[in-house]
């Protein structure tokens, strides 16, 4: 029987979450999904003040027991579609020993509870094409490729560093 685990949402004041929040995104970036590279220091420095500097943004968390092992980091924007809150799952992380054990659709439930709270229409996010087992996940849960015409096609997702 796997592990009971407990999800809510990252309180960025806390010392223990903000830690949790840098050292797992650390460990996601480290990760061949996440890049294979380390956070900067900069980053690891910045990350949790960054976000806890923006009423738009929020993370989830996951732990075992007392011990983090997931999470994801949420922005909200706007649907100039619908003049609505939307918000885009930015990050989504669990720790390799812990995958396989539902942790991600555990924390996925938790974020669109806040979008809802939130009054947002409707949850963003980007997944690499090679993420056979995210999209799993994520189709499993409700989401699709983004379109508003089938003759356009599907959004795809862009990016240019500054």
């Not at 980007?126 to 499993?140: D, H, I, P, T, W």
Request: glycine share 8%; with cysteine.
């Amino acid at each position: 029987m796997a592990a009971a685990f407990s999800v809510r949402r990252a309180d960025y004041a806390d010392p223990r979450d903000a830690q949790a929040v840098v050292d797992l995104l650390d460990a996601y970036a480290r990760d061949p999904a996440g890049g294979g590279e380390p956070l900067s220091a900069q980053a690891r420095e910045r990350l949790v003040p960054e976000l806890a500097s923006r009423p738009w943004a929020f993370s989830v968390l996951a732990f075992d027991g007392d011990t983090p092992v997931g999470l994801i980091n949420c922005l909200e924007g706007l649907s100039t579609f619908k003049a609505r809150p939307l918000v885009n799952v930015h990050d989504v992380a669990v720790l390799a020993s812990h995958r396989g054990r539902g942790i991600a659709e555990a924390m996925m439930a938790e974020v669109e509870r806040i979008a809802c709270e939130r009054g947002a229409c409707k949850l963003t996010l980007e997944v690499l094409s090679g993420n056979a087992s995210a999209m799993r996940l994520y189709e499993r849960i409700g989401f699709a490729g983004y379109q508003l015409d089938p003759a356009m096609g599907t959004a795809q997702f862009l990016q240019k560093w500054l």
